[in-house]
């Protein structure tokens, strides 16, 4: 059973206009540290604990804040309303297949400071996700511990620079890896509060953060767009996240979280190096048939539209698992906008060659128009996109000689663009030898893409020994 603890100031408190929905969330429990138990997990979410370490008090109407931020360490969701939570979780699991114990201690109108080692505040964090670990051992082995931390209005109110709001959130989360057994500390970036560059500080320690030490991740930043859109937004408490608002956070923050769970450092280092026009902090490192299937689960099971439609993403791995959600859709239209959709945020080979969808088997003839259109989008990963197709579906029965002509047009500086070319041709060759041997036999390719295409050409075993040494003759 993994564990996620969920910790900040009033936003990840909640503190939302409305009690939304009650629904209890499949395989996720809520451990009540008053109570020592683990409950299914629903709205409300949290529980008021004293700094005694005893029953508090929910914050109401009408309740004095200053009073109740005195007396307590932990709160739960303001008012009983809707918390992020359940919405986190259902999100997470819908992509790890597993089980979850949601650890809620947060507080409203805390500082970064307010949680660090040797504060009471720390003292009682690490208090409860202890007995939440000690619980979970007694019906479950432990599985990946993560921190979800939601706070920085507070310090940006302060006018904290970005240096020390860094090194104080550095210093937490270390903490919490030395003391709690933490595996990832997850970041939902703040919102903007303050509404000056107060906020941007905040902002920019959580991202330097999450591009330097892998242990960080940024679960989104969505936060600091969110309040453009009232719907978002507490129309009762200027700053604070609506029910709608933080169910959209946590459903978004609960998926990148789940690739977090799932990654492998080994793996992650062989990507980057497999990938190097990507950012080897862009990579997670989750293997690719665990994508693969993470995408067939939530195919089936539905409920992954909102992050199709949450672009651009920040991780490679979100692309991979976006590439593959789109390429297992069944309904063509659907899979055809959804690949349009993707398409213009595609930075690397990989996701571009692994967007493979199967619907398109079904009416091959409909993607013609579209591919004449992304070979000549002049973008390097819709260009090979594009190539990709017509060597998927256009080799076989459905070849016409026009193909390789529009292919052998293309011309690129483009590496990734031209080694396509060369793959399509050597593909080419083993399937439609006698229609596509002029084209090297007469060189129309580029002297390169020429020179690779024949490479691959004889690295298949699908051509003859005679074919192979007619075409080493034309090197």
Not at 164 to 191: H, M
């Amino acid at each position: 059973m993994d564990i996620i603890i969920f910790g900040g100031q009033s936003n990840m408190q909640g503190q939302t206009e409305r009690l939304s929905e009650c629904a209890v969330v499949e395989g996720a429990r809520e451990y009540k540290m008053l109570s020592d138990e683990l409950v299914p997990l629903r709205n409300p979410v949290g529980e008021d604990v004293t700094y005694e370490g005893t029953a508090g008090y929910t914050f109401q109407e009408g309740t004095d804040a200053a009073a109740w931020l005195e007396a307590h360490a932990l709160g739960s969701a303001c008012y009983g309303h809707t918390n992020m939570v359940p919405a986190f979780c259902r999100s997470y699991l819908a992509r790890t297949r597993g089980s979850a114990a949601a650890v809620h201690a947060a507080k409203g109108s805390t500082t970064a400071a307010q949680w660090l080692p040797g504060t009471p505040g720390y003292e009682m964090l690490v208090r409860k996700i202890s007995a939440a670990v000690r619980k979970v051992e007694m019906v479950d082995s432990v599985g990946h511990i993560s921190f979800v931390w939601l706070q920085g209005e507070s310090d940006a109110i302060e006018g904290k620079t970005k240096a020390r709001y860094k090194a104080e959130l550095s210093e937490l989360g270390s903490a919490l890896r030395r003391d709690a057994g933490v595996n990832t500390f997850g970041i939902i970036r703040v919102g903007r509060f303050t509404g000056d560059a107060r906020d941007l500080e905040i902002m920019a320690a959580q991202d330097e953060l999450c591009r330097e030490d892998n242990y960080f991740a940024m679960l989104t930043d969505m936060a600091s767009s969110m309040g453009t859109d009232p719907v978002n937004m507490n129309p009762y408490v200027g700053g604070h996240f609506s029910a709608f608002g933080l169910e959209k956070l946590g459903e978004t923050a609960g998926a990148v979280l789940a690739l977090f769970a799932k990654r492998d450092g080994v793996y992650r280092e062989f990507q980057s190096k497999l990938i190097p026009t990507l950012d080897p902090g862009a990579v997670i490192g989750v293997r690719t048939p665990e994508l693969r299937e993470m995408a067939k689960a939530l195919v089936r099971r539905g409920g992954y539209e909102n992050f199709l439609h949450t672009l651009p993403h920040r991780y490679f791995d979100e692309y991979q698992l976006h590439a593959f959600i789109v390429s297992e859709l069944k309904d063509l239209d659907t899979c055809l906008a959804e690949t349009e959709n993707l398409l213009p945020y595609v930075d690397n080979w990989a996701t571009c060659d692994q967007l493979s969808p199967k619907a398109f088997a079904k009416q091959p003839e409909l993607l013609l128009p579209r591919i004449r259109r992304w070979l000549a989008s002049g973008k390097t990963y819709i260009v090979r996109f594009g190539i990709g197709m017509l060597m998927a579906h256009f080799l076989d029965a459905r070849f016409d000689p026009v193909y390789p002509a529009e292919v052998a047009a293309l011309r690129s500086d483009e590496y990734y663009v031209n080694m396509m070319i060369a793959w399509y041709f050597a593909t080419a060759l083993a399937k439609q030898y006698t229609a596509v041997l002029p084209y090297l036999e007469e060189r129309k390719l580029d002297p390169w893409t020429h020179g690779k295409a024949i490479q691959k050409a004889l690295e298949s075993r699908r051509l003859t020994p005679e074919q192979k040494d007619h075409l080493r003759g034309l090197k």
